[in-house]
């Protein structure tokens, strides 16, 4: 278990082993932490694992370490990489930082994105997904796979 810290204006605590399940929108997310640090308003997290489940399939993200800012409602993961399990052309990726902003559901990749499926690979300095059908990439390259 972790610690509780009075610091005077807000109760700050350390949790380890933490595992939380909350409804977004149509989809389902399912958050593990090894240890989670609340210094607030932000929680430091470390050795991050998700699954999201919902009508565009099955992703996962994994990170060692990240930060969800309560004020903000943003999450970043630091060196973050996962799986879109979708009926139709499922893809990895990676990125050294990725960004959700929850308000509008909004992923940013400030420091690039590279995506691998069965059919191309993209390869970016930067990019923002809005939603899951919208992505707008800056320097970026793309390969088509075909048969």
Same mark, same amino acid.
């Given at each position: 278990?972790?610690?509780?810290?009075?610091?005077g204006k807000e109760l700050n605590w350390e949790i380890d082993g933490v595992t939380a399940?909350? @409804?977004?929108?149509?989809?389902?997310?399912?958050?593990?932490?090894?240890?989670?640090?609340?210094?607030?308003?932000?929680?430091?997290?470390?050795?991050?694992?998700?699954?999201?489940?919902?009508?565009?399939?099955?992703?996962?993200?994994?990170? %060692?370490?990240?930060?969800?800012?309560?004020? @903000?409602?943003?999450?970043?993961?630091?060196?973050?990489?996962?799986?879109?399990?979708?009926?139709?052309? %499922?893809?990895?990726?990676?990125?050294?930082?990725?960004?959700?902003?929850?308000?509008?559901?909004?992923?940013?990749?400030?420091?690039?994105?590279?995506?691998?499926?069965?059919?191309?690979?993209?390869?970016?300095?930067?990019?923002?997904?809005?939603?899951?059908?919208?992505?707008?990439v800056k320097d970026g390259c793309i390969r088509w796979w075909s048969e």
């Open positions: 278990m972790g610690a509780l810290v009075d610091t399940v909350r @409804n977004v929108g149509k989809d389902q997310w399912r958050i593990s932490a090894e240890k989670v640090v609340r210094d607030h308003p932000v929680e430091y997290l470390n050795k991050i694992s998700s699954q999201i489940v919902g009508p565009s399939g099955l992703r996962t993200i994994n990170a %060692p370490t990240g930060a969800y800012d309560h004020e @903000n409602g943003t999450l970043t993961l630091r060196d973050a990489d996962g799986i879109w399990q979708r009926s139709e052309h %499922p893809f990895e990726w990676k990125t050294p930082e990725a960004r959700w902003e929850q308000k509008n559901d909004v992923w940013n990749f400030p420091r690039g994105v590279t995506v691998s499926g069965d059919v191309y690979t993209l390869v970016c300095r930067n990019a923002v997904m809005d939603g899951q059908r919208k992505i707008r």
